[in-house]
């Protein structure tokens, strides 16, 4: 690992290399383009820095991100609520809300059950997506996991516990292909796994 020799610089180098997706040498890029740009610049990158983590938070319901108790979505009067799109990711909720074709709610589980990343089913939100089942109107949960092992294994955990509930568990259709992220999919290709979604 290369150093600049120059300690502040390493800092914001060693730091903007955590964020995923970045290596080394598009940190040091980076880091050289916040040396260069000009002061407003750097004090506004920092300042939206510190208001992402201070100003939102997540949603008490269902752990979207929120400016207040609720997501936008929560608070819409106009969702379905009888729907809870269940999903890994924030993230999802974008790539889901872009296709314009599902109007129920959501509920982000904060990743999926993975033995081998020591992500275990507590780590998750399916505690409390078994209590919304208990306490408010739904009729169906769709399964929205990504095609992975992971997001097999832990629709299957969830499924299981949701067995006598009286709920309709679905799963998107197949089509989209193993191994993909949500995420990644165009809004067509979501749209249409939602569209034909079927029960499991
Ligand atoms: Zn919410």
Do not use: W
Not at 58 to 79: G, H, M, Q, Y
Not at 116 to 122: D, I, S, V, Y
Not at 149 to 172: C, F, N, P, Q, W
């Amino acid at each position: 690992m290369q150093h600049t020799g120059i300690a502040t610089l390493d800092q914001l180098i060693n730091l903007l290399t955590r964020l995923p997706g970045i290596g080394r040498k598009t940190a040091q890029r980076l880091a050289m383009f916040v040396l260069k740009s000009d002061p407003d610049y750097a004090q506004q990158l920092a300042q939206a820095v510190l208001n992402v983590k201070s100003e939102i938070h997540f949603c008490k319901r269902c752990f979207n991100i929120a400016e207040d108790d609720l997501c936008s979505i929560c608070a819409d009067p106009k969702r379905d609520v009888s729907k809870i799109c269940v999903v890994e990711d924030i993230v999802d909720i974008m790539a889901i809300e872009e296709a314009h074709v599902y109007h129920g709610l959501y509920h982000v589980l904060g990743g999926a059950i993975s033995p081998l990343a020591g992500t275990m089913p507590e780590d998750l939100h399916i505690r409390e997506l078994i209590e919304r089942v208990k306490s408010e109107a739904v009729k169906e949960i769709l399964m929205a996991l990504n095609p992975s092992t992971e997001g097999e294994a832990t629709m299957i955990y969830i499924s299981r516990l949701l067995k006598d509930s009286g709920v309709t568990l679905t799963r998107l259709a197949s089509g989209v292909p193993f191994g993909s992220h949500l995420e990644y999919l165009d809004s067509a290709t979501i749209g249409r796994a939602i569209d034909s979604r079927r029960e499991l």
